[in-house]
């Protein structure tokens, strides 16, 4: 299996790269926090192809494969970009309009054995909510949906409405949909992760290139070097796993599809929160403070860690699978 990008890969991956870091640059994301969800900024991704990447282009789409979905979604992750974008990304062949941008659509997965809280993410911007079950998936019209706003959300980018319960919602999938959906899920949640477990060592190594202490730059003191090199084993191992992975979903005669997504899940979860603490770590008290990204990246990697299969579900499938 070969893991090096094609030309064409390489040309997506730089492209995706060069719009996030111009209309998702640090200042633009800290203005985002009043509007995490702006629709003008939705359409522009689906512009991009990040809702329609998967689908044929019979069908409007641009048809490639999870291999180029797992380089888009860490594009995102790496500028910590909002909005309900995996959720589109997921339904782009079953909600209408949602490949263009013109659906929002937002998501629960209600799969696992404890369903509560019902807390659902940019609510009040939706258009449609789509719940996995386990018997199948419900499209729910989100303008009936009620709920109280959590005043104070952990990632200030992911605004949430915590639901008493659920409107009646319009079955549009069976079981297996509803399966397959969650593996993707849980394969582009990890390569989020990645994204952050990226950026957040390129902050930390250039943070450390600057800031001096005793008259040199803390990049020298040797502690500093052990941290940039684990936080870079991390990021690489994560890259390894996540395009792994992707290559395996799209050829699984290759391997054990649910066992490479399990394996991908748990390295780069782990990635993106260690390589988050540290990064806050070699800031220094800098770190903790609003006005610097890093705070951003351990956040949204918290949202992250209970996204679809969270890492002890991961690691059990991977314990079930291992000699397979």
Not at 12 to 25: I, V
């Amino acid at each position: 299996m070969d893991f090096q990008l094609s030309e064409d890969q390489q040309a997506l991956q730089s492209g995706l790269r060069t719009f996030c870091d111009d209309r998702y640059a640090f200042e633009n994301v800290v203005a985002l926090e009043k509007t995490p969800l702006d629709r003008d900024r939705h359409r522009e991704l689906a512009e991009m192809g990040v809702f329609s990447l998967r689908l044929p282009e019979a069908e409007g789409g641009v048809g490639l494969g999870m291999a180029e979905a797992v380089l888009v979604f860490a594009e995102l992750g790496r500028r910590v970009v909002p909005g309900p974008l995996l959720w589109s990304h997921l339904c782009a062949g079953l909600v209408p309009g949602a490949a263009a941008g013109e659906t929002i659509v937002g998501g629960l997965d209600r799969t696992r054995p404890s369903n509560e809280p019902l807390l659902v993410e940019y609510a009040g911007a939706l258009d449609a909510l789509v719940v996995l079950k386990r018997d199948g998936v419900e499209r729910i019209d989100a303008r009936k949906l009620a709920g109280t706003p959590v005043a104070t959300p952990l990632d200030p980018l992911t605004p949430l409405v915590h639901a008493a319960e659920l409107p009646r919602g319009e079955r549009i999938a069976g079981a297996e949909q509803a399966a397959q959906l969650r593996l993707e899920g849980t394969l582009l949640t990890a390569a989020l992760c990645l994204g952050i477990a990226e950026m957040t060592t390129e902050l930390a190594v250039d943070y450390a290139k600057k800031r001096e202490q005793f008259d040199r730059p803390i990049a020298s003191f040797q502690a500093i070097k052990h941290f940039a090199a684990d936080m870079h084993v991390r990021q690489e191992m994560a890259r390894a796993s996540v395009y792994a992975a992707g290559a395996t979903f799209d050829d699984p005669s290759v391997g054990d599809v649910a066992r490479a997504v399990a394996s991908a899940r748990v390295v780069a979860g782990e990635a993106a929160m260690k390589n988050a603490r540290m990064c806050i770590q070699i800031y220094g008290g800098m770190g903790y403070t609003w006005e610097m990204p890093p705070h951003y990246y351990l956040k949204r990697a918290f949202v992250l860690e209970n996204a679809f299969a969270a890492a002890d579900e991961a690691c059990e499938t991977l314990a079930e699978r291992i000699d397979r």
